[in-house]
Structures are given as structure tokens and as C-alpha cells.
């Protein structure tokens, strides 16, 4: 039987600390890796069970992984030089890793079955096939209702195509540029709003040809120039701004707080949760703003901080769609009301992630509740618990 957990309230936070590399980064380092020349060197590489997954799967398709003085060294195949794997590639519970690989394969003649855990499977995959499908990738599922396992066929010949996003998805975007990388001419992704765009920069840090486009009220044009060549380079992981905002809401709650994060991802497409927070009164500084392998980074001093509640509006969604749980907890410490809208991509995780956070934070005697693909927060300034 396993045993509850209990948390007490804590005293105020100081110093300094390091997060755990960002995910996405991790999962394209390898890769880009995988379908470049030479080797890319990883350091900063988040070993998460999701991300293993991705670097057993570019191992299965040829490229060599190992460990080399404390980073991750990837000997890549290039691209189109990948081959099939000798059994089914597993990514676990790896939504980014699986759609992202369905591009990589669909510009290689050969066949491969995808799989993962339960909760994978229950995913839908429609959203990546049907531009793949588009280009020339062959699979053995209806894309409408298409959910792992599958098996899928990529061809030496795909076609390049212009693909408009119907809702922003960061992974789909990406699985089509893979897949351009393989096809000649232009291949181009247009999004109704900016998603996050790690497989951008870091195409262009490979040496791909990439351009965007901006096409006005939020909207973007990704290109990418088939037939590419990329070469391996050094890649320095930051820190994942998903895991920064736990470290960042527990000093901004705690009174006396002032704490450091180091190496945190400052991307613009990723940067919805600290914006919102300084809506809520948060103090907020970046120290050392950098640039780190096509990255924007930078040093996040917090200090605890008196929040309002606030009005989230859905365009921001895309941009901390992840953080959105954590900016709940810290909504029932506002004062007043905090509503977050546009939420309809929680309710397809692996679990549905709106219902499950207004749910936790009313056993803690919170007033939460869900309206259609809204999450409404009634913030007292203050959680007594509960469990």
C-alpha cells in the first residue's frame, strides 16, 4: 500500500540553485544529432525516462550514443542515412519523442512499428500523420482516430508541401520540418500562433536552411530547404523553464524568500508563465541574460511577492501550457480571481490535466472549477490544506 505524502509550510527559501535540463531541447538535440554529420556533443542532456526513450530510438535507427566525459556524445548517420530498427521503437510516455521520430522516419524507405506505454496509446496521433500523410508517409491506421501502436512506411521520395496548422502544436510543426529536411524544395509549416520553436533555432544551428515568415496577428510561415546537410555541433541543454516555475512559485509564496535560479530557458514561445506572474505582482529580475546554442538564457531572481488574480487569455496558452497547473496553486494564494483560459489541450495528456488540478486544489480547500476549456481559480490569499 502506498504511503501518503504530507507537506508542511516551510520557512523562507534563500541561495541559489540549478534545474534539470529543458525536455524539448533534449529530445531534438538527439535528434538532430541522429541526422547530422560527425558528432553533436550534449551536455546539460535531461536523463528523464521520456527523453531515454527518444535516444534508444535514434540508437535503434543507427546513430551511436554514449557517454563522453560527462555529456552525451551523438555520431549521426545524416540525413536520410538512418536505417530500420531491428524490433519496435518504445517511447514510453513520450508524446514529443514519438511524433517528432514519425518525421524522421517518413523521409526514410523503410518500416517501423511505434509503441509505448498505456497511457501513450491512448493518445491521438491524427495531427502528425496527416501532414506526414500529405508528404508520402504510408501507415497502417486511420488517421482520424490513429493511436500507437501503428505502422508506419516512409519513402526516399517525399513531397514537399505547405501545411497550415488548424491549432497550434509545437510537435507537429516540428515532425513536418523533419520530414522536409528529407524532401526537396520548401516545405512549409504556417501556425496560427506561435508555438515553441526549438526545432527552428536549432535547425538553423545545424546548418539547416530555415526562414520565418511573420504573417500578422500572431501568426507564423516556417519554411525549411529539403535535401539538407547538417553537421554535428556542441549543444548546452538549459535549464527547463516547466521545472524552474516550481522553484519560482515556492519562493514567491514563501514570505522572506529570494532565491536564484541559474541556466534557465528564456525562449519568447516559452515565456507565457513569468509574464503572467509579473501581471500578479510577481518580482521578477533576469541576471546574465545570454545566448546559449541559438537559446536565449539567463539567471531568475525571485522574491516572495503579495500576487493578484488575473485574466489568462487563451493565445498565451501555447507558451506555458505546461506551467499551467503550478500558476493554479499560485492563483488560490492570490487575491481574487483567476481565470485561465483556453485550456483544451490538458484534457489530452496523459491524463486530463484540467479536471485532475481542480480537483487537487479543491481537496486543499480551494474554490476551483472548470467552465468548457476554462480553469477558474477563487484566490483568498491564503491554503489551509487538506488532502
Known sequence: MKQPLTASP?????????????????????????????????TGLLEAEDVMATAQAVAALGAEVERLDGAVAVKGQGVGGLRAPPSALDFGNSGTGSRLMLGVVAGHDMQVEFTGDASLRRRPMGRALAPLAAMGLQTDSDEDHATLPLVVRGTCDLLPIVYDLPVPSAQVKSAVLLAGLHAPGRTTVVEPLAARDHTERMLSYFGAEISVEDRGAGARAVTVCGDAELHGASIAVPGDPSSAAFML????????????????????TRSGFIETLREMGA???VLDRRDEGGEPVGDLRVRASALKGVRVPPDRAPSMIDEYPVLACLAAFAEGETRMEGLAELKVKESDRLAATAGGLAACGVSARVEGNDLIVEGRGEVKGGG
Open 10 to 42: 516551510s520557512a523562507h527559501l534563500s541561495g541559489r540553485i540549478r534545474v534539470p535540463g529543458d525536455k524539448s531541447i533534449s529530445h531534438r538535440a538527439l535528434i538532430l544529432g541522429a541526422l547530422s554529420t560527425g558528432i553533436t556533443r550534449i
Open 283 to 285: 518580482r521578477i529580475e
Open 249 to 268: 512559485a515556492a519562493a514567491l509564496i514563501s514570505p522572506g524568500s529570494d532565491i536564484v535560479v541559474e541556466g534557465v530557458l528564456l525562449n519568447p
